[in-house]
């Protein structure tokens, strides 16, 4: 049973920062891509970043590039996701996604094992 488990969220103030972090469970983590999504009130949840099983590749949303980076060390079976620079418009549930083949993709159907997410608010 794969798990993952976010944490790292809270409340920012605009132009700040925060890291996040998933810890993974129950099958070898450094075979799989990894990837964050968020999904902000009335909204459908939308891609972020996401890494190769090495971390040797990585995608980004338009709206974070430059401001998030997505990270991973697979000796503790964790990836992060670094965001600076922060704002209103990043006010969401983050979730913490993982697929069954190496290579990152950026729509979250394919994705098969989700985290329960972590709440970061932005105040302006």
């Known amino acids: 049973q794969v798990q993952l488990v976010e944490s790292g969220g809270g409340l920012v103030q605009a132009g700040g920062s925060l890291r996040l972090s998933c810890a993974a469970s129950?099958?070898?983590?450094?075979?799989?891509?990894m990837a964050w999504f968020r999904q902000a009130p009335g909204k459908e949840r939308e891609f972020v970043a996401a890494?190769?099983?090495?971390?040797?590749?990585?995608y980004y949303a338009d709206s974070v590039k430059g401001r998030f980076t997505i990270s991973r060390d697979n000796d503790r079976n964790t990836v992060y996701l670094q965001m600076n620079s922060l704002s209103s418009e990043d006010t969401a549930v983050y979730y913490c996604?993982?697929?069954?083949?190496?290579?990152?993709?950026?729509?979250?159907?394919?994705?098969?094992?989700w985290g329960q997410g972590t709440q970061v608010t932005v105040s302006s």
């Open positions: 890494a190769s099983w090495s971390g040797g590749t990585t």
């Open positions: 129950g099958r070898t983590f450094s075979s799989y891509a």
């Open positions: 996604a993982t697929r069954g083949g190496p290579q990152p993709r950026t729509h979250p159907d394919d994705y098969n094992y």
